[in-house]
């Protein structure tokens, strides 16, 4: 079984429904069917083997999706590219990952069909190949099988409010792991997909509102553009769900504010493992590191504060128990309280240091409209920490340092600060730490 697969049966069940709708233009679950079989016409060469993995580079949401279908339609394994890597760098992931072909999108649609970069093909049990987020080195590819998403569709989508009648919106690249769930949970269900090509938080709204889309998925960090364009409530979104940072006090009350009849779900998960925790975020008192209870079938333990997961609904090739080197504890009530990455604790002089506490402290200074603590090597002291701040509005400058050099412990006050007017964010949505590393001096 493949998801070309259940795009066949959704299109026998219902053919004329809305699958989904990207701006303004709509397509049905036939539509998107008759196109991916087109499309696979193209692709189905003499010569490559079934089992080929093929990159699919394309910026566009429709060629995504019509060529992740073609692709499987084709007996091949789809992985789809993020945004901005170089020639080089997709040249190092093929040849890592001893791939056999890659397909290139442009504005007129199929631009270069496949090259046999490597005819062996090994035996893996998947359907479909994911990237990494590439964050701390060369993206690497992870497989899945159908199962390993599919069987837990029914467990997330009871918890997401995910039905055949949802209207569900999301924005950006399917080559983040997090939409790519999303998108075929929605086809699981036979519901719709409502989504944007461009980065332009009013056309998402204007979106949201006429479409009267029923779930939100975005990371906070879009989330927190939406909400700057927000002017009225959003009364059709019964729920929200959030993952891969973390919601403070100030996300919660705007969320509550605009989306008045929305529950809220912060959850934790991994590329690698799929969800391990949620947490329903109600009170704006909640510490804003609790990211709840596992999800049911998933155990959660922590050994010298290190988080290891026990699932069955992991990428291929994994044993369990299994650990990102994330860190935390649990709490008494059974909760996983986060304490970041491993990568982004520094030891200060002897102290040891958050980047994620820090981060927090600063977004509840009034006049912080977000930050981001990254840590960098220090001659002094070994390691320090750069704070980026985006000041609201008319703010002094100088008053937001002089509140940290005031209400900071010493040795928590970050040795350099710099003040910008957006958080650089990659086509997933999450921190481009590439850009902000590269102003550290």
């Known amino acids: 079984m493949d998801y070309y697969q259940l795009l066949v049966q959704k299109n ?60 499987q339609a084709a007996g091949y394994i789809p992985i789809l590219l993020h945004k901005g890597l170089s020639s080089s760098e997709i040249q190092g992931i093929i040849n890592k990952n001893h791939l056999q072909g890659i397909l290139q999108f442009g504005s007129k649609g199929l631009e ?54 949802s209207r ?9 792991t997090g939409n790519l769930n999303t998108f075929l949970s ?15 938080c009013r056309s998402w709204l204007q979106l949201i509102s006429d479409s009267k889309v029923s779930v939100l998925y975005l990371v906070p960090s879009k989330l927190r553009l939406l909400l700057q364009v927000c002017k009225k409530e959003i009364v059709t979104v019964n729920l929200i769900f959030t993952g ?29 493992l799929n969800y391990i925790t949620y947490a ?13 209870r596992p999800f049911p ?30 860190l935390g504890y649990i709490n008494k009530n059974g909760e996983l309280i986060f304490q970041g990455r491993r990568q982004n604790w520094i030891n200060k002089g002897g102290f040891k240091i958050s980047c994620i506490k820090i981060q927090l402290n600063l977004r509840k200074i009034f006049g912080v409209k977000d930050a981001v603590v990254l840590p960098y ?48 964010l990659n086509d997933r949505g999450k921190l481009d730490k590439s850009i902000l590393q590269s102003m550290i001096l």
Request: proline share 3%.
């Open 12 to 71: 026998i069940n219902h053919p004329t429904d809305i699958f989904i709708q990207i701006d303004n233009e709509s397509y049905t679950y036939r539509q998107i069917k008759q196109q991916s079989d087109t499309l696979f016409q193209q692709i189905k060469f003499t010569g490559l083997k079934s089992g080929s993995r093929l990159l699919i580079s394309s910026q566009n949401f429709y060629q995504q999706v019509i060529s992740f279908f073609a692709v």
């Open 112 to 165: 270069k069909n496949f090259l046999i970069f490597d005819n062996i093909i090994p035996k893996i049990d998947c359907c479909l190949g994911v990237l990494s987020s590439g964050s701390s080195g060369l993206p690497k590819v992870m497989y899945r099988t159908y199962a390993s998403w599919a069987d837990f569709f029914p467990i997330q989508n009871i918890i997401f409010k995910i039905k055949k009648n």
């Open 168 to 176: 569900v919106f999301l924005q950006g690249s399917l080559s983040f």
């Open 186 to 200: 929605v086809l699981y269900e036979g519901g719709q997909i409502i989504t944007s090509n461009f980065i332009h």
């Open 244 to 272: 891969s940072q973390l919601l403070d006090k100030k996300d919660l009350y705007n969320l509550h504010q605009y989306f008045t009849n929305a529950q809220i779900i912060l959850y934790y998960g991994a590329s690698e």
């Open 280 to 292: 329903e975020c109600r009170s704006l008192d909640r510490d804003s590191r609790n990211l709840g």
């Open 297 to 326: 079938g998933v155990e959660i333990y922590t050994k010298n504060n290190i988080i290891y997961v026990n699932t069955k609904y992991h990428v291929t090739g994994l044993k369990m128990p299994y650990t990102v080197n994330d």
């Open 377 to 424: 090597k220090d001659s002094l002291r070994g390691a320090e920490l750069a704070a980026f701040i985006i000041p609201r509005k008319n703010i002094n400058k100088n008053h937001i340092r002089q509140y940290i050099q005031k209400n900071f412990n010493p040795v928590e006050v970050p040795g350099k600060i710099y003040f910008l007017e957006k958080i650089p």
